[in-house]
Structure formats: structure tokens, C-alpha cells
């Protein structure tokens, strides 16, 4: 099914964001044909995130927490 065939009113838009304390990351540029190498640590970090939906031109479930999303945490919103 299309998305110009939906009803407008069952449409929820779902958005997730969140920030860490992580200063570097492990990516950048190389000379084609070479592998770019970088340490990086193998931990998980403290992490705020926060997640909302948007139906019919209101907000609904707003939340904050700790961690990372997953499937647990976009079923408790539902």
C-alpha cells in the first residue's frame, strides 16, 4: 500500500535522538585501496536519549531515558 492511500489519521510518525559522551569516533578518510584503522573503545558509554511521536499534528508519548533504543524500549511507547 502506498502512502498517499492511508488514511492521514492512522498515520504516527515515531523519531528517536540521543547524545553521549563519546569524543572521537572511528571513522575518517584513506588513500583508495588502503584501510583505515582506528582505536576505538570496546564499551558502551552513559547515554540520554529521547524519543516522541507525532499524530495528527499533536505530540504524544515524550520520553527520556538512559540507554540505548531497542525494540523493548519502541514497545513501551506504543
Request: aromatic share 16%; proline share 0%; with cysteine.
Given at each position: 500500500m502506498q502512502r498517499a492511500q492511508l488514511e492521514t489519521h492512522k498515520l504516527i510518525y515515531l523519531d528517536e535522538a540521543g547524545i553521549d559522551d563519546i569524543e572521537?569516533?572511528?571513522y575518517g578518510w584513506c588513500e583508495r585501496g588502503q584501510r583505515f584503522e582506528a582505536?576505538?573503545?570496546g564499551k558502551r558509554r552513559k547515554r540520554v536519549?529521547?524519543?516522541a511521536a507525532?499524530?495528527?499534528q499533536e505530540l504524544i508519548a515524550p520520553m527520556t531515558?538512559?540507554?540505548y533504543?531497542?525494540?523493548v524500549v519502541t514497545s513501551a511507547t506504543a
Open positions: 572521537d569516533y572511528g582505536v576505538r573503545q536519549s529521547f524519543i507525532l499524530h495528527q531515558y538512559e540507554g533504543c531497542n525494540r
